[in-house]
């Protein structure tokens, strides 16, 4: 079972930046490709960023394209997302997820790890 845990949500004016991270336990991070989606509320789940294992491929919401950055770090079993521009639409719960059904994949329903969530809210 793998543990996923999410920081560095927060309140942040409109224009401002916040990195999230996410650290996993075990013994096999490189082997999942990790992927970051939010849920404003009212709202569905979303796609926001993908990394692939090696952390050499990408892909983003087109949404956040531009703004977002995401990256991984195999050495210390941990993905972030760099958030820099940010809107008052980039308010939500942020959740990082794990599959190893795929490597960059947008979709939902191929991941099998999910972290509670850390809520970034915007302001404007």
């Known amino acids: 079972q793998v543990q996923l845990v999410e920081s560095g949500g927060g309140l942040v004016q409109a224009g401002g930046s916040l990195r999230l991270s996410c650290a996993t336990s075990?013994?096999?991070?490189?082997?999942?490709?990790m992927g970051w989606f939010r849920q404003a509320p009212g709202k569905e789940r979303e796609f926001v960023a993908v990394?692939?294992?090696?952390?050499?491929?990408?892909n983003y919401a087109d949404s956040v394209k531009g703004r977002f950055t995401i990256t991984r770090d195999n050495a210390k079993n941990t993905v972030y997302l760099q958030m820099n521009s940010l809107k008052p639409e980039d308010t939500a719960v942020y959740y990082c997820?794990?599959?190893?059904?795929?490597?960059?994949?947008?979709?939902?329903?191929?991941?099998?790890?999910w972290g509670q969530g850390t809520q970034v809210t915007v302001s404007s």
């Open positions: 997820a794990a599959t190893a059904r795929g490597d960059s994949s947008t979709l939902q329903g191929l991941y099998d790890y």
């Open positions: 075990g013994r096999s991070f490189s082997r999942y490709a």
């Open positions: 990394v692939s294992r090696s952390g050499l491929s990408t």
